[in-house]
């Protein structure tokens, strides 16, 4: 019996119907799959702060047993080092495949080791993630002082790579509120790195590292007083120019908002939101409606958002929303990502009776994704994060808009500091360390989702040209990627955008050559996305469409609309 084209047919099946598979079949494994892991961690007993230098000694162990294995020149210790944890696990858009590297046992390094309030620092093991730590703080009337909006990311993961949140314009990105690495070498040998010790030239180096430089056992973090509430200020523009002015205006402010935060609906329709702690009396007042955002069956975040586009020219809505929710508001939609795997999610019948599943367990998904699926993802999709210097924010929001007309877009302010590590200032790049850090205000924009051209069904849309274009465009501003996003850069492209002087002198210092991957191994697709340039070039060749110029010396074509190219109108709430 030819059984070809049954199996075709029930993939053709599968993905006329994405959304039934999903809600039948995906969300159900997966919540499955995350009670199994909560009970095998009851069962296996979650990892004890009292425990921790129990663990470190064994990561000390292994390393010591690979170094000198190395040394001897034995085969399996010439493979580099990584940690065991899974491949999938990460909130990245990769799968790693740690296959051809010798892992360490590290994945039960997850408790939360210490609360100093005196020194105003937690002090935690790397796989700690951002839910379990702001619930534990949040019990203490703290907050870390930089949290992002995602509870399964971990605090070893921001670090070493990159974290920004809606207050980084005053307090720069996650790393920059770490006040202590502690690292096992490529030698086996622990370390304490801190600004001012004698590893702080490496405690300079190692934010944007990817673990290429050591192995995080444990570091610390600042810790702020947090109050009961948030005091959520929603205003709507409906201009490019007025909403980036506007932004400009909060975060160079003397004292700006605690919290700040733009989602973009369209070119020029956008909601800006001011976050200020409330205060007890705010609170007992009872005056404004308190909103927990992150109950199951509330408005997913961004579509309660864009409800405030209703409220008018020059009008604005205030709420008390519960601080843990307002730290975890996105969590529920993966970040807006939700929207192009389950359209209807936001839909009451939805919320009521399925909405406590969500959000998917990632880790399922991205363990079961089928090859061409990621193929897709990069293909058919966007999942891009940029931040760039201020001034270019309406620049870079029409740049995005003429590539994609990808909706909603998530804009965050962010402040840079220049420590001479991996991330430098314009201007910064390849030169030396003055020895005092620098600073200047960015601005991010996170883009999720498929082209609006795609979107109607356009199967000749160049993708991957158009994210490299936007990646040399960010370039060109003297800004830079995220690394949990897919790089399409050439690793010297990618070199050209991260200052690796420090990092290479560091790699010697602590023979991490050789022992460890190199930072563009670790962030590279599983999948090498340049193999589909060539076809893209081919249909730009067919003449579908004019140039759009993305910076200096470079271009990409705009499909006419005889080939689905982008509308003028602006895409629905549905498609959005």
């Known amino acids: ?7 075709e047919a029930a993939k053709r099946w599968a993905d006329e119907h994405r959304e039934l598979v999903i809600i039948g079949v995906a969300l159900p494994l997966g919540t499955l799959a995350t009670a199994v892991d909560k009970a095998r961690a009851l069962v296996t ?3 004890a702060p009292d425990d921790h230098d129990r663990r470190v000694t064994r990561v000390m162990s292994d390393v010591k047993r690979y170094a000198v294995a190395r040394k001897r020149g034995e085969s399996w210790a010439q493979k580099p080092l990584r940690t065991d944890r899974k491949g999938a696990a990460s909130l990245n858009t990769r799968v790693a495949d740690k296959s051809h590297s010798q892992t360490i046992r590290m994945h039960d390094l997850t408790a939360i080791l210490e609360v100093d ?15 379990d730590v702001a619930w534990h703080l949040d019990q203490m009337g703290l907050q870390l002082e930089a949290t992002i909006e995602m509870k399964d990311a971990t605090l070893g993961g921001l670090v070493m790579a990159l974290g920004m949140t809606t207050h980084s314009h005053v307090c720069g990105l996650v790393h920059d509120t770490v006040t202590a690495y502690e690292i096992v070498t490529a030698e086996g040998e622990l370390v304490r790195a801190t600004a001012d010790n004698e590893h702080a030239d490496l405690f300079r180096a190692l934010p944007w590292s990817h673990g290429t430089l050591g192995l995080l056992v444990a570091l610390e973090v600042r810790v702020i007083p947090a109050p009961s509430h948030v005091r959520l200020v929603y205003r709507p523009f409906y201009s490019l120019d007025a909403y980036a002015e506007e932004y400009r205006r909060l975060v160079t402010e003397e004292e700006p908002p605690h919290f700040v935060e733009t989602l973009i609906f369209g070119k020029d329709r956008a909601v800006i939101m001011e976050g200020h702690l409330a205060t007890l009396d705010e609170v007992r007042a009872g005056k404004l409606p ?25 009008r604005h809505h205030e709420e008390l929303v519960p601080m843990y929710h307002y730290l975890m508001r996105h969590d529920r939609s993966m970040c807006m990502c939700l929207a192009q795997i389950l359209p209807t999610a936001n839909e009451p019948w939805f919320r009521y009776t399925m909405g406590w599943m969500l959000p998917p367990n990632t880790t399922f998904l991205k363990g079961t994704r089928p090859e061409a699926e990621r193929e897709n993802t990069i293909r058919q999709q966007v999942w891009q994060e940029y931040a760039f210097p201020a001034e270019h924010f309406a620049e870079m929001v029409r740049h995005v808009h003429d590539a994609f007309e990808i909706y909603p877009l998530l804009a965050y302010p962010c402040k840079v500091i220049d420590h001479g590590g991996l991330v430098r200032l314009p201007g910064n790049l390849g030169k030396g360390y003055s020895g005092k850090a620098e600073t200047t205000a960015f601005l991010d924009i996170g883009i999720y989702g498929f082209p609006q051209r795609v979107r109607e069904g356009d199967a000749r849309f160049p993708a991957v040209t158009r994210v490299r274009a936007l990646e040399q465009k960010a370039r060109s501003l003297g800004g830079f990627l995220h690394t949990y996003c897919d790089v399409f850069s050439t690793e010297a492209e990618f070199t050209e955008m991260f200052d690796h002087a420090l990092w290479r002198e560091m790699r010697e210092r602590y023979a991490a050559d050789g022992a460890f991957p190199t930072i563009y191994e670790k962030v590279k697709p599983e999948m090498d ?4 340039l060539e076809e893209e070039r081919s249909w730009a060749k067919m003449g579908d469409g004019s140039p759009i110029r993305t910076g200096e010396g470079s271009a990409v074509r705009l499909g006419d609309s005889r080939f689905g190219g982008p509308p003028a109108r602006t895409p629905s709430r549905r498609s959005s």
């Open 1 to 7: 019996m030819n059984l070809k084209r049954p199996i």
């Open 45 to 47: 007993k979650p990892s």
């Open 117 to 131: 309030e005196s020194r105003g620092v937690v002090r935690l093991e790397p796989f700690a993630t951002v839910g």
């Open 290 to 314: 308190v909103n927990a955002v992150g109950r199951y069956y509330k408005p997913l975040f961004y579509k309660h958002v864009e409800g405030m586009l209703e409220l008018g020219e020059g």
């Open 529 to 532: 996305p340049l193999q589909f």
